[in-house]
């Protein structure tokens, strides 16, 4: 196995909950994947499509029900002891004793901790030194998220694993959060992070995973997988005017296009030709395009695309199978709205 | 081996330091660790003096002061510590801690040692005040008193980590804790002395977990155990122990039921 540059190393991987039949759930489907030393990998995906579930078998808390995880060269579960000591982990939902204040918590576990840093140093990372004298049950909610980076960050992990570390926060202390996770990665720690936010993705991730269902459905660069949907340009038609009256759409690379009460929008690959074609067009007729909008495809286009959302709206390999699945989006699509 | 020991020990020591600031400033939990065992103590010691005793030839006080070993076990470690582990595991403490470098047993032993101490605190006062104002001998087998006290907390540990897989919160943990105080306080002699029971009723008796505890403890304290009956104590001692410390490795959850 190449241990040299890839730090997580997942193959085949399967989680199952429950009995084997109808009665049982498998959370986790055949998932594999690999991250190098010092890269930041983003894991992407509705509620309930496994992302968690996959996390746990990392952070070695289960044991897989098939396939492979090797972290740092160890299998996490079995040898736990040659693992934690390097990793940090933030669980999607962790708790600490109520009637702890924060100090007394960053000192329990610095005691259980190989190299820990001081509880001082731990709380100036996530900016809560203001509150160390507070008990636990009078933190905010985003107080406590910031609490549990510290702690996972207290040994100075070489492999950070953070289970959707910005939920809760409010916008000043989720940029703070990224700022830090982009320092600790210009450091070389490895991180593997997953969320619901799909602009945390496209900022921090050099490579990001799209899971449905318990599957990896899409893959890769930020760029490449957003690089797969095409870009949108939106306007009006002045009264009089119809799609008709365009020049061949097809001609300008325009791959789809809808109209909806003289709102016209035209899907391409090839942005620039199609806008030049259709202003040289539009000069020419001496027509106003009224709210003119052209925007490559962002991340949340593909993720809704991939999802089920919006089945219409992805390439034709992996928009098809996944039309019409009637995904429960609800948060995803109304946190990012 | 002794490196994994000299890490083990800080990390446990820091869930104890932790475990204790929050029994200080748990009211009820402190009630139940300080105040239960006293209290029972003292209301047993009635009740005792109207047992005959003649048979057993024992006194009340020294029954009601080796028994009292059983009410410290039963809620100084036993109760507090089903309510601590539940309300750790509840809070997602439990879940937590286990994503860091401490194992398994080294959570469920640290999380202990507070009410460890307490107990053994305690019991070393029991002795004192025995010993100085009610008339009680010196220890006559402290190898004996030891190793009763040690497996007792072994075994409430264990069995108090079993019993937190019937418990959804802590307000529950109060009834699932009451089968074992009950059959203990009725059963394992810290009333009633087994010699002062019926034949066959004793021979059950002596099977119960706190029993072998409690007999080790008595016969340590008050002298008169032969080599026989304090090596069939140990034997049902420890096997309580394992098989609770089994039952605890198979059915504890680190995590809240969904």
Known sequence: MDIGD???????????????????????????????????????????????????????????????????????????????????????EGGFPADLTVTETVRMWAGCTTGARPVTEALELVDLLG????????????????????????????????????????????????????????????????????????????????????????????????????????????????????????????VRHEEDRGRIELQTHELQRTLTGLLLWARDKDVELEGLDARTASLEEAFLAIAGANPAGGPAESGAGLAGAGLGMDSVAGRNA | MAMAVSMSVPRMMALGRAEFTLLGRNKMALYVALLMPVMMVWAMRRAIGEIDLSKAGISANEVALTGAFGYILLFAVYQHLVSAYVARREELVLKRLRTGETSDAEILTGTALPAVAVA???????????????????????DLMAIGLLLGLA????????????????????????????????????????????????????????????????????????????GGAIITGIAWTIVASYGARRWFRWEPRR
């Open chain 2, 120 to 142: 053994l605190a305690q019991c070393a006062l029991l002795v004192v005040a025995g010993v100085l104002w009610l008339d009680l001998r010196a220890v006559a087998r402290p």
């Open chain 1, 6 to 92: 890839s730090v997580i190393d997942v193959s085949g991987l399967r989680r199952r909950y429950g009995p084997a039949g109808d009665k049982g759930f498998e959370a986790v489907r055949d998932v594999s994947f690999t991250v190098a030393r010092g890269e930041l990998f983003a894991l992407l995906g509705t509620n309930g499509a496994g992302k968690t579930s996959t996390v746990e078998l990392l952070e070695g808390l289960a044991k897989p029900t098939a396939g492979e995880v090797r972290v740092l060269g160890h299998d996490p579960y079995a040898e736990r002891s040659a693992v934690r000591p390097r990793i940090g982990v933030m669980l999607q």
């Open chain 2, 155 to 230: 075994m409430s540990i264990a069995l108090a980590a079993v019993t937190t897989s019937w418990a959804k919160t802590v307000q529950g943990s109060q009834l699932v804790t009451s089968p074992l105080m009950l059959i203990s306080v009725a059963g394992s002699g810290l009333m009633v002395p087994l010699e002062a029971m019926p034949g066959p009723m004793a021979d059950v008796c002596s099977v119960l977990p706190l029993t072998p505890v409690i007999q080790l403890v008595r016969g340590g304290w008050l002298g008169g155990m032969s080599a026989h009956e304090a």
């Open chain 1, 131 to 254: 509150r160390k004298n507070v008990r636990i049950k009078q933190l905010s909610g985003g107080e406590r998220r910031r609490l549990d980076l510290a702690l996972a960050l207290l040994g100075r992990p070489e492999v950070l694993f953070l289970d959707e570390p910005t939920t809760g926060l409010d916008p000043e202390a989720r940029h703070n959060t990224w700022d830090l996770v982009r320092r600790l990665r210009a450091e070389g720690t490895t991180v593997l992070l997953t969320t619901h936010y799909l602009e945390e993705a496209e900022s921090l991730a050099d490579h990001l995973a799209i899971m449905r269902e318990g599957r990896i459905v899409t893959s890769g660069t930020p760029e490449t997988v957003i690089g797969s949907y095409p870009a949108r340009i939106r306007f009006a038609m002045p009264v009089g005017w119809f799609v008709g009256d365009l020049p061949p759409l097809a001609e300008l690379g325009v």
